[in-house]
Structure formats: C-alpha cells, structure tokens
C-alpha cells in the first residue's frame, strides 16, 4: 500500500475528483478518482476526500483501478480557520514546488510532523500564523538547495551601512552600501533572516520551540521576512504563483 497526504483535490466532469498526493516516497502523484456505484461506505469516504487529509491507496488492474482508504481526517484543521488557511498554505507550497513524479528534496515525515504541530496546537496567535508559514518556507527553500548561507561570522557585515541582498543569477547572498535593485538580478532581504540561520544551525529545525522564539520577534520583522521568503520562493520555482498565500490576509 502506499501512503500519501493529499495536497489537493480538484472536482471534474460528473462528480469525479483528482487528487495530488504526497507520498511516502517523496514525490507528488496525480491520480484521478471516480464516484464508487451502489456503496454507502465508499461513497461517504469518496465524498470526504479532501486537502490535508493522510490516505492509503494502492492500484490495481495495471493502474486502472485504486482502491484507498482515509487514515488520518485531521478533523482539528476543519474546525478552526487559522488551522484551516495555515494547512492550506503549506499543502499548496509542497504542490507549486514539484511536479509529477518528481523526487522532492525534502521529506514527507518532515511535512507531517509539522502538520501534526499545528493539529495539536490549541490556539495560535496571530504572531505564530508567521512563524508557522516563515519556517517552513526556509524548510523547502534550504532543502532545495536554492541558496547556502555563509558562515555566521559573515553576518559581522551587517550594520546600519550595509543592507543584505540575494543575488537572484548566483544564487547566494552579498552586501553592499548601495540600494541594488531587483531588475538588477537582487531581492532585498530583512536582515532578520540571521535569526532563522541560527535556529538552523543550533536546534532542530522545525520545532514548537522555534515557532515561539520566531513568534517573540515581532509582527512587523515577521512581515519582512516572509515578503522576502515568499518573494524568493516565486523567484526560485516559478512555475505558479503562490495563490494560497494572499490568505494571509485573513489571519487578522
């Protein structure tokens, strides 16, 4: 059997549904789902397939039938909206960063886990709706091998006179005095991301603990840091717009 979280699902034609999938194997599939006829149980857990739900399926007759079953529902997301946009964003993230069969660079247990943080999370400040979305942006985008940061001392640069830019072609990050522009190839990065290179280096990356040490830096450093991050991750996939994150909008 494998095991996947669904990252999506798209309704087509009569009823009929296709599904993105990550699975245990660290790729996205498609596959393509049709209403079960004349079974009450399959057709409840047909018409309860939705995002962010974990599912076992395996294929059958040389690929023309799937058999599956709903193993985790997350039924927590679906009750409370913060959950409900975060978990969005992030299935929505892992979709626009793969295609099709394609080997991912980070790693489904890591995914889950993180969603297992937010299920479990009774409540979430409006702060921590940053410090989910800002870590696990850095999480792909440091497990891609979009860009390397340098050595911490490196960071002694930074300074009232010199502001923190990527440089988009080299893919790494350079300082200067100048204000350098981004139809020059650079995107002007907060200098806060030094917070998110300590976490990287001294703690487990994506845990509660993190969450909470990003949350206590403040609204107005988180907002810079994501624009960056989300900015960078367009700039470095660029086979979608990141729709899902204008829901940010409503975590106020």
Known sequence: MNKGLVLDVINFGINN???FIFCESDKMEKIFLYPPKNKDILEDQYNRLDYAIIIEYEYHDKGKKIYYEIIEENHKIKKNLKKLI????????????????????????????????????????????????ILFL????????????????YYKKVSET????????NTNFI???SNLNIEKGYLKCTKDLIILYDFYLKNDFITRQNLQKLENTGIEKLNNLLFFLSNLFNLSYH???????????YIN
């Open 17 to 19: 549904k296709l599904l």
């Open 86 to 133: 975060l978990t969005s964003i992030i299935c929505d993230l892992i979709k626009n960063s793969l295609q099709v069969d394609e080997k991912a660079s980070f790693f489904y247990n890591n995914v889950v886990d993180y969603l297992k943080i937010i299920v479990e999370e009774n409540d979430i400040e409006k702060n921590f709706m940053y410090s989910y979305i």
């Open 138 to 153: 850095f999480y792909l985008l440091s497990a891609s091998g979009v860009f390397s940061l340098p050595d911490k001392d």
């Open 162 to 169: 010199h502001n923190l830019f990527y440089d988009i072609k």
């Open 175 to 177: 300082f200067s005095k």
């Open 239 to 249: 086979r979608n717009r990141i729709n899902s994150l204008s829901f940010i909008n």
